[in-house]
T-cell receptor, first 113, second 114 residues
Framework: KQEVTQIPAALSVPEGENLVLNCSFT??????LQWFRQDPGKGLTSLLL?????REQTSGRLNASLDKSSGRSTLYIAASQPGDSATYLC????????????FGSGTKLNVKP | GAGVSQTPSNKVTEKGKYVELRCDPI?????LYWYRQSLGQGPEFLIY????????DSGLPNDRFFAVRPEGSVSTLKIQRTERGDSAVYLC????????????FGPGTRLTVL
């Protein structure tokens, strides 16, 4: 069974800092990996999707990397802003079963003004 | 265009009662997913529809849970004889290609079983 772990569980940083969120998964036979943002009381918003053949994806101040062989992904946020405060979730799709996403428990980020 | 919508946003019920949760996916999306999210946890897969059929229902915890999508659009998640442990946020997502495309999530229904 695929297990997805996110470290740290919570993170508080001052505005302007660059930061890295970590995601690890136990089964490297993934189809793709996706990073989401969740605001309190809201659904999930997709940030970046990385196919298993890719090493990284970038969108604005966000950069996600994938090392499938070691079972790791990182989400890099540059020049953090208070509006970045949210819970960040990573999810992997297995290569042998596209239907399921396996989610981590998330990292709760607080960016202080 | 409109995103994924879910109704009701909150549902409080008593143990043993029956509940229905509704999901309206993005128009034209053929794939629809239900997830359950407990406090402090990531979403947990329940069921996946491709069109009208349940292509994968392996995440449903037991036979008290059932979902339908009769016309390939709106879906209803049905929970019989609710238990306190069913309390969670139920999320719905849709995508237009299933396996490869991004899932778009609704705001969820918060279910509380007293």
């Amino acid at each position: 069974k695929q297990e997805v772990t996110q470290i740290p569980a919570a993170l508080s940083v001052p505005e302007g800092e660059n930061l890295v969120l970590n995601c690890s998964f136990t089964d490297s036979a993934i189809y793709n990996l996706q990073w989401f943002r969740q605001d309190p009381g809201k659904g999930l918003t997709s940030l970046l999707l990385i196919q298993s053949s890719q090493r990284e994806q970038t969108s604005g101040r966000l950069n996600a990397s994938l090392d499938k062989s070691s079972g790791r992904s990182t989400l890099y946020i540059a020049a953090s802003q208070p509006g970045d405060s949210a819970t960040y979730l990573c999810a992997v799709r297995r290569g042998d079963n596209f239907n399921k996403f396996y989610f981590g428990s998330g990292t709760k980020l607080n960016v202080k003004p | 265009g409109a995103g994924v919508s879910q109704t009701p946003s909150n549902k409080v019920t008593e143990k043993g009662k029956y509940v229905e949760l509704r999901c309206d996916p993005i128009s034209g999306h053929t794939a629809l997913y239900w997830y359950r999210q407990s406090l402090g946890q990531g979403p947990e897969f329940l069921i996946y529809f491709q069109g009208t059929g349940a292509a994968d229902d392996s995440g449903l915890p037991n036979d008290r849970f059932f979902a339908v999508r009769p016309e390939g659009s709106v879906s209803t998640l049905k929970i019989q004889r609710t238990e306190r442990g069913d309390s969670a946020v139920y999320l719905c997502a849709s995508s237009d290609q299933g396996a490869t495309d991004t899932q778009y999530f609704g705001p969820g229904t918060r279910l509380t079983v007293l």
